[in-house]
């Protein structure tokens, strides 16, 4: 089955705080990617943090990090130092092979509130 | 940067209505993506289309159809819309280079309403 879950619907931070939001996926393969999506209010999606399966090191882009647990198939997004702009719908996505290209399968989405 | 443009915001339509969705991209992207997302299911993949005139079916073809006559412009069709289609729709493009997996660059997003 190709599936991603995101098993929290809604997540809460307070500003300055650091919010882990979780991520699993089902895979047969030992190479794929894994993508981190942000969706704000403006609905514009935007790229986060990409992760690639047979790099060990887990990717990081400023605040953000991933934990990637490949054996656990496993990959959470950990935002430090929260800021009211992070308030979004965040996507986790792995890349999944067709006939003449890759697909991504998209999990359910987390909102991230950010209070102040 | 890559620039997505879809052609409306948001859109209403009734039943039975045929609807296009343009979706346009300036960096020449070989591929090019119709999803559509719906609360609790994420996004879905409608269809593919790697090159002019080439398409491949995503996770949820039946109601629809594609068309890219230009490798700049990919368009969504709903023959005969439905109430059931009432969602969002986002289009993306990605390089194409046939290696790993090409990020992809999504548009703003149509908000398409089926009465």
């Known amino acids: 089955a190709q599936t991603v879950t995101q098993s929290q619907p809604e997540m809460s931070v307070q500003e300055a705080e650091t919010v882990t939001l979780s991520c699993t996926y089902d895979?047969?393969?030992?190479?794929?990617?894994l993508f981190w999506y942000k969706q704000p209010p403006s609905r514009q999606m935007i790229l986060v943090i990409r992760?690639?399966?047979?790099?060990?090191q887990n990717a990081t882009e400023n605040r953000f990090s991933v934990n990637f647990q490949k054996a656990a198939k496993s990959f959470s997004l950990k935002i430090s130092d929260s800021q009211l702009g992070d308030a979004a719908m965040y996507f986790c996505?792995?890349?999944?092979?067709?006939?003449?290209?890759?697909?991504?399968?998209f999990g359910a989405g987390t909102i991230l509130r950010v209070k102040s | 940067d890559v620039k997505v443009t879809q052609s409306s915001r948001y859109l209403v339509k009734r039943t039975g209505e045929k609807v296009f969705l343009e979706c346009v991209q300036d960096?020449?992207?070989?591929?090019m993506f119709w999803y559509r997302q719906d609360p609790g299911l994420g996004l879905r993949l409608i269809y593919f289309?790697?090159?002019?005139?080439?398409?491949e079916k995503g996770d949820i073809p039946e109601g629809y159809s594609v068309s890219r006559e230009k490798k700049e412009r990919f368009s969504l069709i709903l023959e005969s819309a439905s109430t059931n289609q009432t969602s969002m729709y986002l289009c993306?493009?990605?390089?194409?280079?046939?290696?790993?997996?090409?990020?992809?660059?999504f548009g703003p997003g149509t908000r398409l309403t089926v009465l």
């Open positions: 992760q690639e399966a047979y790099k060990q």
């Open positions: 960096m020449d992207h070989e591929n």
């Open positions: 895979t047969s393969e030992s190479d794929y990617y």
């Open positions: 289309s790697y090159d002019v005139k080439m398409k």
């Open positions: 993306a493009s990605s390089l194409g280079t046939g290696v790993g997996a090409d990020t992809q660059y």
């Open positions: 996505a792995r890349n999944y092979l067709m006939e003449y290209g890759n697909k991504l399968v």
